[in-house]
């Protein structure tokens, strides 16, 4: 059996806690999880978190990453600011499919203060399971990836 890439994993205050879930969740599948923070729930800035992961995605360090804040809202648009990031929130399951399917998402956005841990556990699965369709898609993806050019 091949061994999962590994992921890079941040959030900011309001999401420490489903963080930590979800990063023992993804251990326990045998990913390599690359914890960029916060250590805490001390206060800190999503911007600076999230800026890590999609770096990391950006550089292509890593294929896909996992940002939580409390409503993901922040950290997607942060991470969306970065060539070659497709981050997308996703706080139910068929937006997490979709997100895979259509879109080829390479970082999944989920609100802490919005979803459980057993909501959070089922869309991070959909969300590595679905592989992305390509044809159609594909043609849209690569025009999505010549607005950074602008």
Known sequence: MKTPSPIVIGADHAGYALKEFVKAYLTALNYDVND????????????????????????????????ICG????????????????????????SAIMSRRHNNANILVMGG???????????????????????????????IDTLSAK
């Not at 409503?71 to 068929?94: K, P």
């Not at 969300?127 to 849209?140: C, D, I, S």
């Open 36 to 67: 960029c923070g916060p250590g805490g729930e001390d206060s800190v800035d999503y911007t600076d978190f999230g800026c890590m992961v999609a770096e990391g995605i950006s550089s292509g360090r890593f294929e896909r990453g996992v940002l």
């Open 113 to 143: 203060r919005i979803i459980g841990t057993e909501l959070a556990k089922e869309i991070v699965r959909a969300w590595l399971e679905t592989p992305f369709e390509g044809g159609r898609h594909q043609r849209r993806i690569e025009k």
């Open 71 to 94: 409503t993901g809202q922040g950290m997607a648009m942060t991470a969306n600011r970065f060539c070659g990031v497709r981050a997308a929130l996703c706080n139910d399951l068929f």
